[in-house]
């Protein structure tokens, strides 16, 4: 086993909805912790929860920052539809302090199509500079993208995944 010093600490946010839980699934390899925004869901008793604001809240970059900070976050994983494009505009935030998000660049955001609420049928890929990190994908490489995608039959096209906000 793993000293868990040498683990990459991923927080996945919208911790609660299904998609986000079939996702750590995928990621076996990393210690994932989840974001919730419920101040008084009994889940934040457990370690594997953390409180993080609303993507509405006008401090949702910073809080969330902070939160990443606090639990020695390396890769950040926003789900919620309202939180993509606020994060991908603070990438370079928590870049300074060692943080990945998974998300397009700011300019490459638009470029993608949206899909909200994948079916289970989907088999997303969990992209992180352009590799597969969570191995479900044949293709060695996606140039430098990183996010949460689901690609097209043939594999030419990729659409970015996320959530209704919880």
Same mark, same amino acid.
């Given at each position: ?29 990393? !210690?994932?912790?989840?974001? @919730?925004?419920? &101040?008084?869901?009994?889940? %934040?008793?457990?370690?594997?929860? /953390?409180?993080? *604001? ?41 870049? !300074?302090?060692?943080?990945? @998000?998974?998300? &397009?660049?700011?300019?490459? %955001?638009?470029?993608?199509?949206? /899909?909200?609420? *994948? ?48």
């Amino acid at each position: 086993m793993m000293n868990d010093e040498l683990l990459t600490h991923i927080l996945i946010s919208q911790g609660t909805h299904p998609f986000a839980q079939r996702l750590a699934k995928l990621l076996v390899s990393f !210690e994932c912790c989840y974001g @919730i925004t419920d &101040p008084h869901s009994p889940l %934040l008793q457990t370690t594997k929860y /953390l409180l993080i *604001p609303d993507a509405g809240s006008p401090h949702f970059v910073h809080g969330l920052l902070k939160s990443c900070l606090d639990r020695q976050i390396q890769l950040l994983i926003p789900l919620g539809q309202r939180e993509l494009i606020p994060l991908a505009q603070a990438a370079p935030l928590f870049s !300074e302090y060692g943080i990945d @998000i998974l998300l &397009p660049s700011q300019q490459d %955001l638009s470029f993608y199509p949206v /899909l909200v609420d *994948p079916a289970r049928s989907c088999y997303p890929m969990v992209l992180h500079n352009g590799r597969d990190i969570s191995g479900s994908s044949q293709k060695d490489s996606y140039e430098l993208l990183s996010g949460i995608y689901i690609a097209s039959d043939d594999g030419g096209e990729l659409t970015l995944c996320c959530v209704t906000d919880l």
